[in-house]
């Protein structure tokens, strides 16, 4: 009788403590949520930096593709949301993040991030656009990109947002293969612009 009492009071003890962790972290993720970001982006009196929301208007960007991924683990699935992105000022600078977390709008966050980081300027003609032909492959996904001289900008898929958000303007783009993964088509497009 004294062992089965003891054995409730050990799992209630177990089952509580499980409870009260669960609660600080659900609490501490609240906390982190409510801080305001533009306290955040802030640093010193002197230097001054601009919060993140002014700093992310200063480039346009385009979500090409976002989908739910799956790990699996001992104790079953950890679903996570990958995320990528292309950022740009459309005035010749560009560039492709990826960013990866539990919640859309962190991996969102980590894939700007990212893309930031990668971001490189193009070198353009005086009407902003490429100075010749190029062929690119990036995996299985193959890029040809030339100049025209009136037609505007002729691309599909994400070859034309990342032309778009580069500002490029009287450009053909053609995909020569049979892939439709968007993120390989963009880093074959980045690839073709860096050789410039």
């Known amino acids: 009788m004294d062992e089965t009492q003891k ?28 801080k305001p970001r533009d306290e955040a982006g802030k640093q010193g009196e002197h230097g001054r930096r601009h919060s993140r929301s002014e700093q992310d208007k200063e480039f346009d960007q385009k979500i090409i593709s976002i989908r739910r991924v799956t790990r699996v683990v001992s104790g079953g699935r950890r679903m996570s949301f990958s995320v990528a992105i292309i ?29 930031k980081k990668n971001m490189f300027k193009i070198q353009t003609t005086e009407k902003m ?34 032309l778009k958000l580069g500002g490029l303007r009287d450009i053909t783009a053609k995909i020569h293969t049979g892939s439709k993964n968007k993120l390989n088509i963009a880093q074959a497009a980045i690839k073709a612009l860096k050789q410039l």
């Open 7 to 34: 054995l409730n009071n050990t799992e209630e003890s177990t089952s509580q403590k499980e409870e009260s962790k669960e609660k600080t972290y659900t609490d501490n993720l609240s906390r982190v949520d409510s």
């Open 129 to 162: 656009s490429i100075i010749h032909e190029i062929l690119a492959k990036y995996g299985s996904a193959e890029v040809f990109l030339m100049p025209n001289k009136v037609r505007g900008l002729v691309a599909g898929s994400s070859v034309r947002d990342v």
């Open 87 to 115: 950022i740009g000022d459309k005035k010749g600078s560009v560039g492709l993040g990826t960013g990866k977390a539990a919640d859309t709008a962190l991996a969102i966050g980590k894939a700007i991030r990212s893309a």
